[in-house]
């Protein structure tokens, strides 16, 4: 039972355009949520987070969206720049250290 | 600081034998996770340890998994017997108390 999902593994985006990914989870317990980027033959490294008494995060050209309703997180990439192509995965816990990810998608930004 | 720092960096061996991955966390940090990472499941939660201790293995597959942390600076996993299906990259991470995971670059596991 996957409890985080990210239903688009790839998508593509134009240099400059801004880059929209989705992810939602069905634990209404999780109260912490991240977002990781991965380039090939590396680890996961930290990107952003949210904690669930926000609903929005912005550091730079990213910024997460949080709508606890829908159990629905984005990220948004403003502008989208090549060597942002990576894959990102999100990730939640719910007050532990037990962080559950995502399947990922891999991001392609085109020049 | 070096990061954490995993080895080897690629493993491949047979059906049924040990296989030992090894993990030196970034020190000073006291939280040590082991991940798998594969195309259907994305990146599972095998173990954690706190200081050492095994606080949750509720993500270890089967017996055939096992994790230890003799020392702040050191964890092993080790999979006896191996098989063809355990084939994954295999991370270790390690972070502070309320601070997000670092993550080494992983070991590429091959089971034939």
């Known amino acids: 039972d996957q409890q985080v999902k990210q239903n688009s593994p790839s998508l593509s985006v134009q240099e400059g355009r801004i880059s929209i990914l989705n992810c939602d989870y069905t634990?209404?317990?999780?109260?912490?949520f991240l977002w990781y980027k991965k380039y090939p033959a590396e680890g996961p490294t930290f990107l952003i987070s949210?904690?669930?008494?926000?609903d929005k995060n912005e550091d730079g050209r990213f910024t997460v969206f949080l709508n606890k309703s829908a159990k629905h997180l984005s990220l948004h990439i403003v502008p989208s720049q090549p060597g942002d192509s990576a894959v990102y995965f999100c990730?939640?816990?719910?007050?532990?250290?037990?962080?559950?990810f995502g399947t990922g998608t891999r991001l392609k930004v085109l020049a | 600081d070096a990061g954490v720092i995993q080895s080897p960096r690629h493993e491949v061996t047979e059906m049924g034998q040990e296989v030992t991955l090894r993990c030196k966390p970034i020190?000073?940090?006291?939280?040590l996770f082991w991940y798998r990472q594969t195309m259907m499941r994305g990146l599972e939660l095998l173990i954690y340890?706190?200081?050492?201790?095994?606080?949750?293995d509720s993500g270890m597959p089967e017996d055939r998994f096992s994790a230890k942390m003799p020392n702040a600076s050191f964890s092993t996993l080790k999979i006896q017997p191996s098989e063809p299906r355990d084939s994954a990259v295999y991370f270790c991470?390690?972070?502070?108390?309320?601070?997000?995971?670092?993550f080494g670059n992983g070991t590429r596991l091959t089971v034939t």
């Open positions: 991470a390690s972070s502070l108390s309320n601070s997000p995971l670092h």
């Open positions: 634990n209404s317990m999780f109260d912490y």
């Open positions: 949210i904690s669930s008494i926000k």
């Open positions: 990730a939640a816990s719910s007050g532990t250290y037990k962080y559950i």
């Open positions: 020190s000073g940090h006291d939280y």
């Open positions: 340890f706190n200081n050492n201790v095994p606080i949750d």
